[in-house]
């Protein structure tokens, strides 16, 4: 079965520091891949999507940046960390269809200090 | 472009009743799914159930049931016989056919089910 991994689950940072959030897939091949934030107490917002190695696209542009060099591994960056960077980061893959549902990873809830 | 819209930000229901929670979308593409999400204070994303657009029937998942209408783009989420257990954030989605098939959120709906 397919299973989605994100870590770590919880991170504080400081102001400037650079990040790196991993998010993994088990259990399918070539995946769509998403990112999404979550402010608190708020909704999902579509950071990044991926249909392949190498091909990804942004929705919102701001200090983040997403990499997929693996077929199932989707990395979430920054070089230089921002307050409001901080809230909920959630990794999701889907199977490239338009009628199944996307599968979350359990969240990153970063809080940059 | 996709847009999802939840208009109520705060919803609440006593356990055993019914409860809607409503969502607007708007789409060119006339192939495109919908999805509603739960999400408890832990932050995982349940997924409830599927709408798609082509679907003469409304679905349904056992308590949930979706009151699908195309010509209004909208697709509600009833809960049936609400529960404790139901308190949480829910979240209205749509993934359209085309490009690169986004799955595109709305801001959510705060459901508190009380005793």
């Known amino acids: 079965s397919q299973t989605i991994h994100q870590w770590p689950a919880t991170l504080v940072q400081p102001v400037g520091s650079p990040l790196s959030l991993e998010c993994t897939v088990e259990g399918t091949s070539n995946p769509n891949l998403y990112w999404y934030r979550q402010a608190a107490g708020r909704g999902l917002q579509l950071l990044f999507y991926?249909?392949?190695?190498?091909?990804i696209s942004s929705e919102v542009p701001q200090n983040l940046s997403a990499s997929r060099p693996q077929d199932r591994q989707f990395i979430l960056s920054s070089k230089k960390l921002l307050l409001s960077d901080s809230g909920f980061y959630l990794c999701?893959?889907?199977?490239?269809?338009?009628?199944?549902?996307?599968?979350f990873g359990q969240g990153t809830r970063l809080t940059v200090v | 472009a996709q847009k999802i819209t939840q208009t109520q930000p705060g919803m609440f229901v006593q356990e055993k009743e019914a409860v809607t929670l409503d969502c607007t979308y708007d789409?060119?593409?006339?192939?495109?799914?919908l999805f509603w999400y739960k999400q408890p204070s832990s932050g995982e994303m349940i997924f409830l159930i599927y709408?798609?657009?082509?679907?003469?029937q409304n679905a349904t998942e056992g308590r949930y049931s979706l009151n699908f209408q195309k010509a209004r783009k909208s697709a509600n989420l009833v809960i049936s016989a609400s529960q404790l257990g139901d308190s949480a954030m829910y979240f209205c989605a749509m993934r359209e056919n085309t490009g690169f098939q986004k799955l595109v959120f709305g801001t959510g709906t705060r459901l508190l089910v009380s005793p």
């Open positions: 789409t060119s593409d006339p192939s495109y799914g």
């Open positions: 991926s249909i392949g190695i190498d091909q």
């Open positions: 709408q798609g657009s082509y679907d003469q």
């Open positions: 999701a893959w889907g199977d490239g269809t338009v009628n199944t549902e996307a599968f």
